[in-house]
């Protein structure tokens, strides 16, 4: 039984704080969003600002946020018990990303499996084909919508693998240093999470290049049907998620090289890692399903 | 059940409890937040109603009286949202808040400043939705509000949305995150915040059915957030995901709805079977009968809303094998169902049962929700389905289940732990008049329902043909009756808030189990700051 008392802190300016920031950004985003996007929009143009000062303001407020909790872990406040709250909801939240993706994944497979066939007359859609757009072919990759656009489906074998490669070394770079903590070896622990993160920007500018060639030389964009679509959306959150998890990592590397973290106390390192490798295992679905099969 | 003392607590009161508009904006409280919470979710409850009462001036007669066509749809549409996002999820979100640190000897929320950004996120979510309202009555050529209906089907929301659908995209989006945030708050004390001895299988039932509610929220709301992140992509940057000009499929867009949407209304329901199974023990002055039982029974409820989504899509043009599944496992759902009513009967069978006002509502909750269980074991069953498709009928089944089931649950529960929350005992005669009000008046407005719908009354118009007449009166009057006898409830929450009234006890009710009743009434600010040992 515990005996030290759970650690309620007192109260906290940044939850509202942050949430006028979310709101800011949210009106702000609409606003941005329709003025950026439609042609017959009034103009006014607080959207733009708005959006930019909202996400200025959210990302300083929980960057103070966490500021505090850092320095109630380093001044000793939290307690072990406290440590399994933050390790526990860290996981139920890596579970919510999961369902997020599986909205994304199961919206390709039921486009795959049931949309197209249904388009091109499987099943009692004869007559459906026949109306609507008779010279339908389901294919995957889509490369022909029903509408008649075109484009060129992203290979598997070049830039992909190489980022699949990528992280699965980063994985295996992040796991030594892992190790390296939980055994105490600063040094090995500071020049594996580094390489780790190293990994991660090489990861993203690579994903940068594929997206110009897609754009400039293939001619797969978000507007070339499902497929774009589906690419687009699938690998853009995971790139997204690659750089929340790259910037988690550099900042518990310099957390580690401060010596906030020992063998005992290092749930934010861990909570990084487990993200990392989260990131990594969305990464392999999409290379098998959106890449290569 | 427990030996924790009382009046160890006051003694570890050393940070002083914050007071003026900090205590309240800057919480890390358990109870200021689920104090706020009921509050928040109370104003909605209002303000949604207020929307149902345009919805059912416009219905009172045939022909066109108040509001435009376009105009009514927004009203059910925000009616909707508000009542499903903004009163019913926030109200078990405050309860669960107040009463599970209570109920499992925890000194406060796991995670209790995320658990104050959960609630302050609402009120500006909210500001975005009902601003879009007010925008369309009193604003400069009166811009649409949202007016595709709640479950804001595409390509009603995507390619025929009006502008306004873009901050409706991101106010639910704001709302995902809180709710996300306060379902891993409730998993993380559940799991990580119990008191010595307390085991899940001793766990007050609330408790449990919170956990199970909090999980479901984890695993669909991510979901949801997938939904109108398609619809903002497809209506601002080409995507195709709801057009089949594009190889998508608007079809896509309700699968992806409802695999959210089922999940939650058993996210809206499952909290009430925790408050009734602590209430009917209270009051029958007997244990629950079938505790472990009411345990599996509503994670079944929960396994099995994962795979009965397309119920809601029965005439949209499924496989023959796909409507079969979901209509078997449909109603595979009334088997845990059935158990917890036949567990709640069997709870007040040959009890020594009094009728305090908790008790009042909980029966009347178990005999109105059951109604609306029955009206959805009919819709279940696909080949009916086609005839009361988006009639009133399935209006009639949801408000039983939702008014009548969760929001008559809710009031239970407020009359029960008013007295802990407020010290002071709720004014009888005002609750007595809210309950046998509030009572007939539903039933005036919602049964009849059944019947137009049956005959064919599609919802979501704002006329009809003249041979509903009659009954839309009535179902008018009984909304209009409705609506002003929850005023009685508001005057009864008030004169608790101010302290007026008879003081109450620790423990109120007599034959009340728990550990929410050792401590006194009101809870002191802290409460548990050290663990009580459960035997």
Redesign the interface.
Same mark, same amino acid.
């Given at each position: 039984?515990a005996t030290e008392?759970?650690y309620?802190?007192?109260?906290?300016?940044?939850?509202?704080t942050?949430?006028?920031g979310?709101?800011m950004?949210?009106?702000g985003?609409?606003n941005f969003?329709?003025q950026s996007?439609?042609a017959d929009?009034e103009p006014s143009f607080f959207g733009k600002p708005l959006f930019f000062l909202g996400l200025t303001w959210l990302l300083v407020v929980i960057a103070l946020?966490w500021r505090d909790t850092v320095n109630e872990s380093v001044g000793g406040l939290h307690s072990n018990?406290l440590g +399994?709250? /933050?390790r526990?909801?860290m996981l139920?939240?890596i579970?919510?990303?999961v369902?997020?993706f599986?909205?994304?994944f199961?919206?390709m497979f039921?486009?795959r499996w049931?949309?197209?066939p249904?388009?091109s007359g499987e099943?009692?859609n004869a007559m459906t084909h026949e109306l609507?757009?008779p010279n339908f072919q389901a294919m995957w990759p889509?490369t022909v919508?029903?509408?008649g656009?075109t484009t060129q489906a992203m290979g598997a074998w070049g830039l992909p693998a190489i980022n699949t490669a990528i992280l699965l070394v980063s994985s295996i770079t992040l796991t030594i240093a892992h190790h390296a903590l939980l055994e105490g070896k600063r040094g090995t622990l500071i020049a594996f999470q580094a390489a780790t993160v190293v990994l991660g920007i090489i990861f993203l500018f690579l994903q940068v290049e594929e997206y110009i060639h897609a754009y400039t030389e293939l001619g797969l964009?978000?507007?070339a +049907?499902? /497929?774009?679509?589906l690419f687009?959306?699938l690998t853009g959150f995971h790139g997204a998620h690659v750089t929340i998890g790259t910037i988690f990592l550099f900042v518990t590397l310099l957390r580690v090289i401060k010596g906030h973290f020992d063998e005992e106390n290092n749930f934010a390192w861990e909570a990084g890692a487990w993200y990392w490798h989260f990131v990594d295992v969305v990464w392999l679905f999409l290379f098998i399903t959106v890449y290569w099969l | 059940m427990s030996t924790a003392a009382a009046t160890h607590d006051d003694h570890h009161d050393h940070?002083h409890a914050?007071t003026g508009l900090?205590?309240w904006?800057?919480?890390?409280?358990h109870k200021d937040i689920g104090t706020l919470y009921l509050w928040f979710s109370f104003a909605m409850f209002l303000s949604g109603g207020f929307l149902a009462m345009v919805i059912r001036a416009e219905l009172l007669e045939p022909g066109m009286q108040f509001v435009d066509p376009e105009f009514f749809n927004q009203m059910t549409t925000v009616h909707g949202l508000v009542m499903v996002f903004g009163a019913v999820m926030p109200a078990t979100v405050g309860l669960a808040n107040w009463m599970i640190p209570l109920m499992i000897g925890?000194?406060?929320m796991?995670?209790?400043?995320?658990n104050?950004?959960s609630?302050?996120?609402l009120?500006?979510?909210f500001?975005?939705l009902i601003g879009s309202v007010v925008m369309s009555a009193f604003g400069a050529g009166n811009p649409s509000a949202p007016n595709f209906g709640w479950t804001f089907y595409a390509p009603l929301s995507t390619k025929y949305g009006p502008?306004s659908t873009?901050?409706f995209?991101?106010?639910v989006?704001?709302m995902g995150?809180s709710s996300?945030m306060g379902?891993?708050?409730v998993?993380?004390?559940v799991?990580?915040?119990r008191a010595?001895g307390m085991t899940l299988m001793k766990m007050p039932l609330f408790v449990w059915t919170w956990l199970i509610t909090a999980f479901l929220l984890?695993?669909?709301?991510?979901?949801l957030?997938?939904?109108v992140?398609?619809m903002?992509?497809d209506r601002?940057?080409?995507?195709?995901?709801f057009d089949?000009?594009?190889?998508?499929?608007p079809v896509?867009f309700q699968?992806?709805f409802w695999?959210f949407g089922h999940p939650e209304v058993y996210i809206m329901i499952l909290p009430s079977f925790g408050i009734v199974s602590a209430i009917i023990p209270a009051f029958a002055r007997k244990p629950l009968f079938g505790y472990a039982s009411m345990v599996y029974a509503t994670a079944s409820i929960a396994l099995l809303s994962f795979v009965v989504w397309a119920h809601h899509m029965f005439t949209v043009g499924m496989?023959l094998a796909g409507t079969l599944f979901f209509m078997y496992m449909t109603m595979l759902i009334s088997v845990p169902t059935g158990v917890k009513v036949f567990n709640w009967v069997a709870t007040m069978w040959r009890g020594s049962m009094t009728f305090e006002l908790p008790m009042k509502w909980a029966i009347a909750f178990v005999v109105l929700f059951t109604c609306g269980g029955l009206s959805g074991l009919m819709l279940a069953i696909t080949p009916v389905d086609f005839q009361y498709h988006d009639t009133y009928f399935v209006v009639a089944h949801f408000h039983y289940v939702l008014v009548t089931g969760a929001i008559f649950s809710i009031f239970a529960a407020a009359y029960y732990w008013l007295p802990k929350w407020s010290g002071i005992m709720p004014n009888k005669t005002l609750g007595e008049l809210h309950f046998w009000n509030s009572l007939i008046s539903a039933n005036l407005l919602f049964f009849p329902m059944h019947f137009v719908g049956l005959a064919g009354m599609p919802r979501r118009y704002a006329d009809y043909a003249l041979q509903f007449a009659d009954y839309n009166f009535w179902i008018s009057i009984g909304g209009f009756w409705f609506g002003l006898s929850q005023l009685l409830f508001l005057a009864v929450t008030v004169l608790c808030a101010m302290k007026k009234g008879e003081k109450a006890p620790a423990k109120p009710w007599e034959g009340a189990e728990g550990l929410e009743w050792e401590v006194p009434s009101p809870a002191p600010f802290?409460t548990y700051?050290?663990?009580p040992v459960v035997k």
């Open positions: 039984m008392k759970y309620v802190p007192e109260s906290s300016p940044w939850p509202l942050a949430s006028i979310l709101f950004t949210a009106i985003g609409a969003i329709q996007t439609m929009m946020w018990q +399994g709250s /933050y526990q909801g139920w939240f579970f919510s990303e369902m997020f599986a909205a994304f199961g919206a039921y486009t049931l949309i197209l249904w388009l099943g009692s609507l757009w889509l919508t029903p509408a656009d964009t978000l507007d +049907g499902i /497929y774009g679509s687009f959306l | 940070h914050p900090k205590r904006l800057f919480s890390t409280n925890a000194p406060d796991a995670l209790p400043r995320m104050n950004w609630f302050w996120i009120p500006f979510a500001t975005i502008a873009d901050l995209i991101l106010s989006h704001m995150i996300i379902a891993i708050n998993v993380v004390t799991f990580n915040m010595p984890i695993a669909v709301i991510p979901v957030a997938g939904a992140t398609m903002l992509t601002h940057f080409g995507t195709s995901f089949a000009a594009g190889g998508g499929d896509l699968h992806v695999f496989p802290h700051d050290t663990p």
